[in-house]
């Protein structure tokens, strides 16, 4: 055999499974390194609360030189696999040499070890977490990813298909330049709802990021309800986010709708911090994150002065089903653009526009965002028998017609 396989069980092997990316990717002067420690961090029972109802495993794969030639993880989130039709685990992490053979045997371990967990199915590459990080597979797009947002080698996509997966959905990332003006259509729909009556946009202050926590969780829970894989943010992991975002924090970049009151909407956007990171490749040490947090106060004022930071990107938006047709997509975009185009962000990328979202779609389209990269979430059925079928688009049931309209 050409290439051997190891279970992660090591202090080394964990080591080695972070190295495996520097050595696909030394060569390659678009790909940026996520930090070493996120990525433990995802497989450490003590960091990552997924392991509260879930478990994962790791392989590295090397040749018969020794040389890494891939790696891969796989996950079961059990609350994940109750909640829907189809009982699916979850491959990634995945890089791997240009060697159909070579992925192969990383999948058939995943799928062995999957199969022995019981879930009749693997999706990939997808992150044991939120879907907000380490999400899909690259096919179109092959520039400098924001932070978080997975890189690979082009022919990725082929070891992939050749295999047997399918695309289950797709997802576009799109970008706003800040340096062109916003088509006028835009600035009627904003003048709008600036005169709907009860209707505000309000940005956080960092001190109120727990109280806006709570907002963000009844609206995320309202809106996102619908998704075929939908599972409820609980009071624990809302918090946690709001902590996460703490350290990224531009008031202007993270606008709420309220409708008489009501939490309605709202859009996360943070500074793409692979802009600062990048030069560390991959390792950040603590003289050097105690840097990072100096630097960072005041909006990222160091970094946007030199030019560093120029970049911001939107991780996450949610409307309640009820507020939909209020146009407040529009209105949070527009509260925020001019005073982050102030701070000397010249441009913001939109991720994961599903193509089971027609309406985000459609938004991305109306502010004149053009397309920055594509990537493909993936379903492999162990039983070939089964019918395969693509994620559901959201449905716009009757029911949430009727609640707009009342």
Same mark, same amino acid.
């Not at 992490?93 to 799928?111: G, I, P, S």
């Not at 992939?160 to 959905?169: A, L, R």
């Not at 949610?318 to 185009?341: A, C, H, N, W």
């Not at 070939?384 to 707009?404: A, D, G, L």
């Given at each position: ?10 202090? !080394? ?18 790909? =940026?390194?996520?930090?070493?420690? @996120? ?24 040749? %018969?030189?020794?040389? /890494?030639?891939?790696?891969?993880? +796989?996950? =079961?989130?059990?609350? !994940? !696999? ?19 053979? +070579? ?31 380490? &999400? ?13 947002? *997975? ?6 996509? %082929? ?8 695309? /289950? ?22 003048? &709008?709802? *600036? @005169? ?11 001190? $109120? ?17 619908? %998704? ?6 609980? $009071? ?20 709420? +709708? ?43 004022? &160091? ?48 991720? &994961? +526009?599903?193509?089971? *979202?027609?309406?985000? *779609? ?31 688009? =959201? ?12």
């Amino acid at each position: 055999m050409r290439f051997s396989i190891y279970t992660v069980q090591t202090e !080394k092997d964990k080591t080695d499974f972070l190295d495996v990316a520097r050595a696909i990717y030394q060569h390659d002067s678009n790909w =940026i390194c996520p930090l070493d420690k @996120q990525l433990h961090n995802t497989f450490e029972p003590g960091k990552n609360s997924y392991f509260q109802h879930g478990s994962a495993q790791r392989w590295i794969l090397k040749d %018969h030189a020794g040389n /890494y030639a891939g790696r891969i993880a +796989a996950f =079961i989130d059990d609350e !994940k !696999k109750a909640n829907t039709g189809i009982s699916a685990g979850g491959i990634g992490f995945f890089e791997c040499v240009n060697e159909q053979d +070579a992925a192969n045997l990383m999948f058939d371990m995943a799928r062995a070890w999957l199969e022995a967990g019981g879930v009749v199915a693997m999706d990939g590459p997808i992150n044991f977490g939120e879907n907000d990080r380490f &999400w899909g597979l690259l096919v179109e797009g092959f520039t400098e990813p924001p932070f978080t947002t *997975n890189y690979n080698k082009p022919y990725y996509q %082929h070891l992939f298909e050749n295999y047997g997966f399918q695309v /289950y959905y797709e997802m576009t990332s799109n970008v706003i330049d800040l340096q062109n003006g916003i088509d006028e259509r835009f600035d009627r729909i904003w003048n &709008w709802v *600036n @005169q709907k009556e009860g209707v505000e946009f309000r940005h956080p202050a960092k001190n $109120e990021l727990a109280l806006y926590a709570g907002y963000f969780r009844e609206i995320y829970n309202d809106a996102w309800q619908f %998704h075929e894989e939908y599972k409820p943010i609980s $009071e624990t992991r809302a918090q946690k986010f709001a902590k996460e975002i703490s350290h990224l924090f531009v008031s202007k970049m993270i606008p709420f +709708a309220f409708v008489r009151g009501e939490p309605a909407g709202f859009l996360i956007c943070t500074p793409d911090l692979n802009q600062i990171f990048k030069k560390y490749n991959g390792k950040l040490n603590p003289l050097q994150l105690l840097l990072f947090m100096f630097r960072s106060r005041n909006d990222f004022q &160091w970094y946007r002065k030199k030019g560093i930071l120029t970049k911001g990107h939107a991780i996450a938006v949610g409307i309640k089903p009820k507020f939909q047709q209020y146009g407040l997509e529009t209105g949070m975009i527009m509260s925020s653009i001019d005073e982050v185009r102030k701070l000397g962000f010249k441009s913001i990328e939109l991720r &994961w +526009a599903g193509d089971f *979202n027609p309406k985000i *779609n459609r938004l991305h389209s109306a502010v004149g965002a053009v397309q920055a990269r594509k990537h493909f979430t993936y379903r492999f059925l162990f039983d070939q028998s089964i019918e395969f079928k693509r994620y559901k688009p =959201i449905p716009m049931s009757r029911q949430q017609t009727e609640t707009v309209q009342a």
